[in-house]
């Protein structure tokens, strides 16, 4: 049986689109600690998906919050809410 990829060329492409993270692998994406992860993720700077026990994240997520967070401070609660806020003052504009 050929390879997924040799019948669809689009298939790998697709897939790396689509693609979820656990938390640990998102945080090992971005480089940052276990914690920071967790205040990102219960302030909703990046979006997760619940299923059963666990929460995974949306690969498009991670580059979103890139984009979107690009020159803030997110290192701590306090400053990841401030930043929220300025995003959505921002995006009302």
Do not use: W
């Not at 205040?39 to 666990?54: D, Q, W």
């Amino acid at each position: 049986m050929p390879a997924i990829d040799s019948i669809n060329p689009y298939a790998e492409k697709v897939t790396q689109e689509i693609a979820m993270l656990t938390k640990d692998q998102a945080r090992h994406v971005l480089n940052i600690s276990k914690d920071n992860m967790i205040i990102l993720l219960e302030e909703k700077l990046i979006k997760c998906i619940k299923t059963g026990k666990s929460y995974m994240i949306p690969s498009f997520e991670l580059i979103r919050f890139q984009h979107d967070y690009l020159g803030f401070d997110v290192s701590t609660r306090k400053l990841a809410k401030e930043a929220k806020e300025k995003i959505k003052i921002k995006e009302r504009q």
